[in-house]
DNA sequence: TAAAAAAGAGAGAACGTTCTCTCTCATTTA
DNA sequence: TAAATGAGAGAGAACGTTCTCTCTTTTTTA
């Protein structure tokens, strides 16, 4: 099955050359900066589609250029490289996970905050509707960049980084909940972050909205094991 | 970096022809269907590694022939397409996990039965020496093959086959469990397991013993999330 | 049992295809 | 008009697979 052929556009000629393009400002900020981060993006979203539909090694660059309707010449004059653009898509993918954390909230309810964030993280990955695709086109790319990662030191690098900065922002949040009383003393809070990361993993990887079991199941789940993991001695606060 | 070359051998060289090759029997067990054998597993040892070292469509036929000492005419003989020796290297792979599985225990302690078998799968995944690869090459292999399940509908299939028998053994076996008052009553059988089965390969996913946490610190953890999954409300017995 | 025929197994060159990436040249934009 | 942009042919390597040929082992024939 090949990529669908999209018709060749020039994206500046869509027409809405309103905004005013004078002075040398014109050099960072102008129509032309701004429509080469367009097409920057046009490709990355092509290809996130094709990766998605063939893996990082099945998807080839001419599909690539099917799909975002643009020639390779046009193409290799933003990115250098299929590896730049796989790099570039695995670090924006990783980075978006890592960036639901930041939403974490520091209510002093720590075991509901957890909750909150595991489910967040799975619908982000199982229900993203901002590509075409299948739905859970986000949860695919990530077991791809997980596969990629075992083999490529680049992409294992970008997974490495952003994975440092949520247990770190995970392990703050967490010692501040312990010192707080919210979380059993006897924890071990770096091997309570990795089972909890884990438990997420899990069940994107194994795609439980998919198979039917729908977000608010979800819920009770995450609250009994995020309790035995926090609170291994069950004391209520 | 390419693929190690090796000698080339005949292995019918290997002048073990003490049996006699009387009789009809000789068709079907005789030296020459017993050295098919050996040369499929060469085979399919060799494309582990390949696949291993470089994802199914990273690693090229010719990689494949280099590992196993053998040239592309000999290996065609065997197997008659690299998709073929991919479905048989997932099928084997799913199904050593699931054989794990028949190993447990049916004793009246459902909550250690399941920790057993959870480190027992992680163990079997992260620590497997029977190749000379690395030793978490199993849990490598694991990713690779969801990875190829997301977009290849035979590998698909065989997943989903092996992934049937699992649920089912446990299905009945907390089944006996629940009705032998070891399992809260209030438990959705089904969620549990697919919530305990994304535990265990979440953990297997991040790759627990390589980052330093060794088993035995694992049980603990697998008790802990069994007991919350299996005894939500926390009656002993 | 000895010679002849058939079948099996493997090596390695070669096939057609597809891959990533480059080059040239035309067109658009500032 | 100079610089930026894009189309598309295509180079060269690598891909999965097949082909032909040789050598060995087994089976059949005399």
Redesign the interface.
């Known amino acids: 099955m090949t990529d669908q052929a999209m018709p060749r556009q020039t994206p500046a000629a869509s027409s809405d050359d309103t905004e005013g393009s004078c002075c040398f400002v014109t050099k960072l900020f102008g129509k032309r900066a701004r429509n080469r981060e367009a097409q920057e993006e046009r490709i990355l979203a092509a290809a996130t589609t094709c990766f998605i539909?063939?893996?990082f090694?099945?998807a080839s660059m001419n599909d690539i250029c099917s799909e975002a309707g643009m020639s390779p010449g046009a193409l290799y004059r933003y990115f250098s490289s299929k590896e730049a653009i796989i790099e570039h898509i695995c670090a924006q993918h990783r980075r978006e996970s890592a960036e639901i954390l930041d939403r974490m909230s520091s209510s002093n309810d720590i075991i509901e905050a957890v909750v909150k964030v595991g489910i967040e993280h799975v619908r982000h990955m199982s229900m993203d509707m901002s590509n075409n695709g299948p739905a859970d086109a986000s949860a695919?790319l990530f077991?791809?960049v997980?596969?990629?990662a075992?083999?490529n030191d680049a992409v294992a690098a970008i997974c490495e980084l952003h994975e440092g900065m949520m247990r770190e922002r995970l392990i703050a949040a967490f010692t501040a909940a312990k010192e707080a009383g919210l979380i059993d003393p006897v924890v071990e809070l770096e091997?309570a972050v990795?089972?909890l990361?884990?438990?997420?993993?899990?069940?994107i990887?194994?795609n439980?909205p998919a198979?039917g079991?729908p977000l608010e199941?979800l819920e009770?789940?995450f609250r009994?094991?995020a309790?035995?993991?926090l609170r291994?001695t069950?004391k209520q606060l």
């Open positions: 539909r063939s893996g090694r099945g695919r077991i791809e997980r596969a990629e075992t083999r091997l990795a089972t990361a884990a438990m997420g993993e899990g069940i990887l194994r439980f198979q079991v199941a009770p789940v009994a094991l309790t035995a993991v291994p069950n």
